[in-house]
């Protein structure tokens, strides 16, 4: 070839090559004003004030007992008090701190192995049809099932936590990144075969530009299915850990630390999703924009 075939989406394509990228809008529309930009964010604002305001009128009033549901108020000086004082011996922080390294060094490995994985499954075939058999065997399993094979696997220390969550996340990864090369327009590939580009420039600038929103999506969704994993994870012998301190709590009936951990699981699980979200439109800003 003359010069190199440019089909990256960050480029400026010719008319023939379009073909091979997601459609991009070439219309330029005015920005929406403040109010259709804001409009969203603040319904969800104001479902969560709504639903905080009835959380707190049903202990207030005595709607439920506080017992099994403890209000927000409730719910935040026993945060104040943890922040103060610690869990059973660990300062509130320090549970935090445990969980979220626990589940970033199993995500980034599950991401750093199982996309490339996936990658290789979606386009070789014969790979394929070898290792999903095992994978689709796999990935329904309740991970919970496998604690005692973990216990004996690699003992009770950090290493079986590890595994079951990067298992828990792994296996969705693959199985997403298998179905996002399948995504890809076989029409594309085909023109870029006819202009002469190689295997090699067909999987940079054709494959991997229209398989990164998915491939994201289903990063955003098996970090999710991973997070869930950490109370599982935690149950094999830890003494330290959101996921750890929920359970020890809900043993003593402390729903008010139950219910504050389940928050901090929850606000960190949506973090982590908005994360991935922000990262999505940096890296694949031509997400949904597909003819």
């Known amino acids: 070839m003359a010069s190199e075939l440019i089909l990256d989406p960050s480029q400026c394509p010719s008319a023939a090559e379009k073909a091979m990228l997601p459609a991009h809008s070439h219309s330029h529309p005015h920005p929406p004003g403040w109010r259709a930009r804001f409009r969203q964010p603040l319904i969800g604002f104001a479902s969560v004030a709504l639903a905080l305001i009835v959380w707190q009128l049903s202990g207030y009033l005595a709607w439920v007992d506080p017992l099994l549901l403890p209000p927000p ?98 296996l969705s990864i693959v199985v997403g990144a298998v179905a996002s090369v399948a995504s890809v327009s076989q029409g594309r590939i085909r023109v870029a075969q006819t202009l002469g580009a190689t295997r090699r420039q067909i999987f940079r600038h054709v ?40 359970i020890n709590a809900g043993t003593y009936l402390r729903t008010d630390i139950v219910l504050l951990g389940i928050l901090l699981l929850g606000l960190t699980g949506y973090f982590f999703d908005w994360l991935l979200v922000r990262l999505q439109r940096r890296f694949a800003p031509w997400a949904g924009r597909d003819a």
């Open 73 to 170: 108020s409730e719910v935040f000086r026993t945060a104040l008090e943890l922040l103060d004082s610690g869990y059973r011996q660990t300062p509130l922080w320090q549970h935090f701190l445990i969980s979220v390294a626990r589940a970033l060094s199993a995500f980034a490995a599950a991401i750093a192995i199982g996309v490339p994985l996936g990658l290789g499954m979606g386009l070789a075939p014969t790979l394929n049809a070898v290792l999903d058999p095992f994978i689709q065997f796999l990935r329904p399993l309740p991970k919970i099932a496998l604690i005692p094979l973990v216990v004996v696997w690699f003992g009770i220390g950090e290493s079986s936590k590890f595994f079951l969550i990067f298992i828990s996340s792994f």
């Open 207 to 246: 494959v991997l530009p229209n398989a990164l929103p998915e491939l994201f999506t289903s990063v955003r969704l098996s970090i999710g299915i991973g997070w869930t994993s950490l109370i599982a994870a935690e149950m094999v012998a830890a003494d330290s850990g959101l996921g750890w301190m929920v």
